[in-house]
């Protein structure tokens, strides 16, 4: 049994406590979902109930009373949290090692526990090399291997795909029935139907409804709108899709990226025949986790090798200087790019050309806009991770760039939030910038996009619309 008595708990830095005498139980082999909005402290609940805080994680805690299961697992937003080891193989025989599995038995567990989420890579491969989509899956088997009694899932399934997401959370289900399971999720159609309880958090962190999932949805519709749940018909509130001015075959391209290979191990990962991005496009890139969907954004930054060309208004892009000039990439893992201490100093030094008082009104303006003003004062990696995917998103739509290119910007993120990204979207896009974004979100990529791509047999390919010529 999981429980907590008047738990109190505050980040060093924040104006304000998380928990300010929080009680929870959770009986074993429950399975309970946490909701709520972003920000109400859902993760850092699960690493209070796992040990992670206060144990690897220090924080100013203070409860009556605290049962938690030592033997427990842990499947984080983002997997690049819990690897320690360079290779696939040795990251997984770590686990195999504290369980004190004899070495002979060890590659067939291993190989078993890949399969088992279709992660078919060399098991030699660096973990470093894997897609985002492909490291949640590497993550997901070390959970497998592990055999805890109880489970924590925070978004286990954020950076997937929709078939992946879909195949993974079957897998999950299989192996829970004698697990105590805690969920953190915004996205339930896959599990609501599966679970014990729901517990529903509101902005203060507070435990304001307790009860079955038929009773929940019953009771509290307009409350899991609110908070930005992803119930049936949250999309029935999202904002209509507006046609561009660039929706014409008349228009003039900025970028163009001709005859491009990238190669990865001597083998070519994508081909690009000819990507040309007009000013105020929408433009979503789907494709499998792993096809190199990553890998084509860090090309035209300059940030890798490929053979090809690429121009910006006519002129050769061939260094990272030439292309931060007009583009702007915004990673998967938004702590990749956070340099300074603070979310206001974070936005602010996007505006440092501007006079005092404009970039202090544009600051508050996008905090104000992506609701990060009660955390201006934290440290961007003590956010929530859909906070921190907010904050990085601010920092690109604050900048000056022409082109915004976006890896997976909606994922971990509530409806609410979703939507207002959508909003800022369409404002860029209507204001001439262009949106490159890569996304798994079939609502998005049926609504929004002037053009959509797709990443299929190692070819970047244009998909055309219903009417159109096919490609």
């Not at 499947?75 to 819990?82: A, C, V, Y």
């Not at 030439?322 to 974070?346: G, R, W």
């Not at 976006?406 to 990204?421: A, I, K």
């Not at 800022?424 to 929004?448: A, K």
Request: proline fraction near 4%; charged fraction near 25%; include cysteine.
């Amino acid at each position: 049994m999981l429980s907590i008595k008047n738990l109190r708990l505050k980040y060093p830095n924040a104006d304000h406590k998380i928990f300010d005498g929080l009680d929870l139980t959770i009986e074993d082999k429950e399975k309970v979902l946490l909701l709520g909005p972003s920000g109400a402290g859902k993760s850092t609940l699960l690493n209070v109930l796992s040990g992670i805080v206060p144990d690897l994680i220090e924080l100013p805690m203070k409860y009556d009373r605290l049962n938690i299961d030592k033997h427990c697992a842990m499947i984080f937003q983002d997997p690049d949290t819990q690897f320690c080891m360079p290779k696939v193989k040795e990251e997984l025989a770590f686990i195999l090692e504290n369980r004190q599995v004899p070495r002979s038995d060890m590659d067939e567990a291993i190989d078993k526990a890949l399969r088992s989420v279709d992660l078919t890579v060399n098991p030699n491969q660096y973990v470093n090399k894997l897609s985002g989509g492909m490291k949640q899956k590497l993550a997901i088997a070390e959970t497998l291997l592990q055999q805890a009694d109880t489970l924590f899932l925070d978004e286990p399934t954020a950076m997937l795909d929709t078939k992946s997401t879909t195949e993974l959370w079957n897998k999950i289900k299989r192996f829970w029935k004698n697990q105590t399971v805690v969920i953190v999720e915004h996205k339930v159609e896959h599990i609501w139907e599966h679970i014990d309880r729901v517990i529903l958090l509101n902005y203060n962190a507070e435990i304001i409804a307790d009860d079955t999932p038929e009773k929940i949805l019953q009771h509290h519709e307009r409350l899991l709108s609110e908070y930005g749940v992803w119930h049936p018909r949250a999309w029935e509130h999202a904002p209509e899709p507006v046609l561009t001015a660039n929706n014409d075959a008349t228009k003039e391209y900025a970028f163009t990226y001709k005859n491009g290979v990238i190669r990865r191990n001597k083998q070519a990962l994508i081909s690009i025949e000819d990507f040309s991005v007009a000013p105020g496009e929408w433009i979503t890139i789907t494709g499998q986790n792993g096809a190199g969907k990553t890998t084509l954004f860090e090309s035209m930054m300059q940030l890798i090798s490929y053979d090809g060309k690429m121009y910006y208004h006519q002129q050769p892009i061939r260094k990272i200087k030439e292309a931060a000039k007009h583009m702007y990439l915004v990673y998967q893992n938004p702590e990749l790019q956070f340099i300074t201490q603070s979310v206001y100093d974070e936005i602010h030094i996007q505006f440092s050309q501007k006079d005092k008082e404009q970039a202090k009104l544009k600051t508050e303006q996008m905090l104000e806009l992506l609701n990060l003003s009660q955390v201006r004062a934290q440290h961007p990696f003590e956010l929530s991770i859909g906070q921190k995917r907010r904050l990085s998103v601010a920092t690109a739509l604050s900048s000056p760039a022409d082109i915004i290119m976006l890896d997976e910007p909606t994922f971990g993120l509530d409806s609410h939030n979703t939507f207002n990204l959508i909003q800022l979207f369409q404002e860029r896009v209507q204001n001439g910038q262009t949106i490159i974004m890569i996304t798994h979100d079939p609502e998005i990529i049926s609504r929004y996009p002037t053009r959509r791509f797709h990443v299929e047999d190692q070819t970047l390919l244009e998909v055309r619309k219903t009417g159109e010529d096919n490609v």
